[in-house]
């Protein structure tokens, strides 16, 4: 299982990014369009993205496999974010900067740990490669700090996550590329989470983001933990 990697925060697009005036055909309640130009970013190619292996972005939600109370578990994500006034400081502060009212283009907006974030569950974690100053994790770009709380098996809100799982024998069901199949094929299969500790998945299916993969590709009520997939070949 050393093929499988972690990714514990947020990709960028390696695209430049553009808004529609238009309905988005993922989410009804939304009448505009976030799609990808075809310009590379300039970070993009300034990290030699010709030599990457390109896969498909899945649409779900992320899972992160590591032990809880001594037992392979999966882990789901959750970030912890800013209470209402400190989420309006930081507006305020990014409204500044982007207009050049600020004297001071290169200033970091100052959290206060103790003060400006929401409680998070007793069990959260910070997500690997998050910076911690003075034994607080600090938050990204956009206020937040990615983490992982374990599923808990009588919380409604991990039903789909129990559901790709079975955490009282430590298995999961998985969607991966068949690696002796060289035309791409994709296998299910259940998998022990003991071989996949330390690795992240994405969780698809039916109720998990709106399924945009459609009824076609995952028929009924269906979930499951995914590994990257590799792009179609473009000529």
């Known amino acids: 299982m050393e093929n499988y990697g972690t990714v514990q925060q947020k990709i960028s697009c390696v695209f430049e990014t553009a808004v529609l005036d238009e309905p988005s055909g993922k ?18 190619t300034d990290s030699d993205i010709s030599t990457a292996l390109a896969t498909e972005k899945l649409d779900g939600t992320c ?3 590591k032990q809880y109370n001594g037992l392979p578990w999966l882990w789901a994500r959750f970030d912890r974010k800013p209470n209402k006034n400190a989420e ?17 283009q290169h200033a970091k907006f100052n959290w206060n740990p103790l003060k400006d974030f929401k409680q998070v569950p007793d069990d959260w974690i910070p997500a690997d ?9 600090q938050p990204d770009d956009i206020g937040h700090t990615p983490g992982w709380v374990p599923v808990d098996p009588k ?9 790709a799982v079975n955490l009282n024998k430590g298995v999961g069901l998985f969607l991966r590329q068949d690696e002796e199949e060289i035309s791409g094929r994709l296998l299910i299969e259940a ?38 997939i590799p792009a179609p070949t473009c000529s």
């Open 27 to 44: 989410r009804d309640y939304q009448q505009f369009k976030v799609v990808a130009t075809d310009v590379l970013k300039r970070s993009a």
């Open 63 to 65: 899972v992160f496999i």
């Open 88 to 104: 309006k400081r930081f507006r305020k502060f990014q409204t500044e900067q982007s207009k050049g009212d600020n004297p001071d």
């Open 129 to 137: 490669g998050i910076e911690i100053v003075d034994g607080f994790p």
């Open 155 to 163: 919380c409604r809100q991990h039903c789909w996550h129990l559901s």
């Open 191 to 228: 998998l022990p989470l003991s071989e996949l500790e330390g690795c992240t998945a994405e969780l698809i299916g039916t109720n998990i983001n709106a399924n945009p993969y459609g009824k076609n590709w995952l028929p009924n009520i269906f979930h499951i933990l995914s590994f990257f």
